[in-house]
């Protein structure tokens, strides 16, 4: 089965670290370009970041340019998503998707994984 | 960065009728780069559309799409019970956006 599955959300303080991994399976995960996507409470989808699929490019949001870092293990079939400095802004939910070169589009999508931002 | 207005915001249909979601891009966007995704209470988001009108695998046919350039169509021809839910277009030829969301629900 395809699938991915988020891990390492929480509680962190306001200035704070975290980071984020997206485990695949069932696919080549090397193969794929992945993506980050988040969604504050009861808000819409924001894209976050995205990385090519050996790692050598990367593309952010202007909102986390500068704090968030992603990268990929393809060793591990593993995203990540550091987050450092982090804000109240940040609360959200954060998905990692799977960029399909065949449809141009995310087809696949982890269940997300909570990062709350608070004191 | 590209804008995508999607309209209406919340939309009141009852099983049978048909439904019909607006995205309207704030400047010209690749057909081949415009998704629509469904999204239910506490899941993540579905692919329904890909490339302005190709149906993603498991998609019934009463899920359409169509449009070009800055105006793009979802149309749920019958609606069933297990489609209300929001709906999101996307973009993804210049980086990458959504639209602020529609959400359908039972008159």
């Known amino acids: 089965e395809v699938q991915l599955v988020e891990s390492g959300g929480g509680l962190v303080q306001p200035g704070g670290s975290l980071r984020l991994s997206c485990a695949a399976s069932?696919?080549?995960?090397?193969?794929?370009?992945m993506h980050w996507v988040r969604q504050a409470p009861g808000k819409g989808l924001v894209w976050v970041s995205r990385?090519?699929?050996?790692?050598?490019?990367?593309s952010y949001a202007d909102s986390v340019k500068g704090r968030f870092t992603i990268s990929r293990d393809n060793a591990k079939n593993t995203l990540y998503l550091q987050m450092n400095s982090l804000r109240a802004e940040d609360t959200a939910v954060y998905y990692c998707?799977?960029?399909?070169?065949?449809?141009?589009?995310?087809?696949?999508w982890g269940q997300g994984t909570m990062v709350t931002v608070s004191s | 960065e590209i804008v995508l207005t999607q309209s209406p915001g919340t939309l009141s249909l009852s099983p049978g009728e048909r439904a019909t979601l607006s995205c309207r891009a704030s400047?010209?966007?690749?057909?081949?780069?415009l998704a629509w995704y469904q999204q239910k209470p506490g899941q993540a988001p579905r692919l329904l559309i890909y490339?302005?009108?190709s149906r993603a695998t498991g998609i019934p046919d009463r899920f359409s799409g169509s449009g070009s350039g800055t105006d793009f169509t979802l149309t749920i021809s019958r609606l069933e019970p297990e489609d209300f839910a929001v709906y999101y277009c996307?973009?993804?030829?210049?980086?990458?956006?959504f639209g602020q969301g529609t959400k359908l629900e039972i008159k």
């Open positions: 400047q010209s966007v690749s057909s081949s780069y």
């Open positions: 996307q973009q993804y030829g210049s980086s990458c956006t």
């Open positions: 069932g696919f080549t995960f090397s193969s794929y370009w």
């Open positions: 490339g302005a009108s």
């Open positions: 990385i090519n699929s050996d790692g050598s490019s990367t």
């Open positions: 998707a799977r960029d399909s070169d065949s449809t141009n589009a995310f087809d696949i």
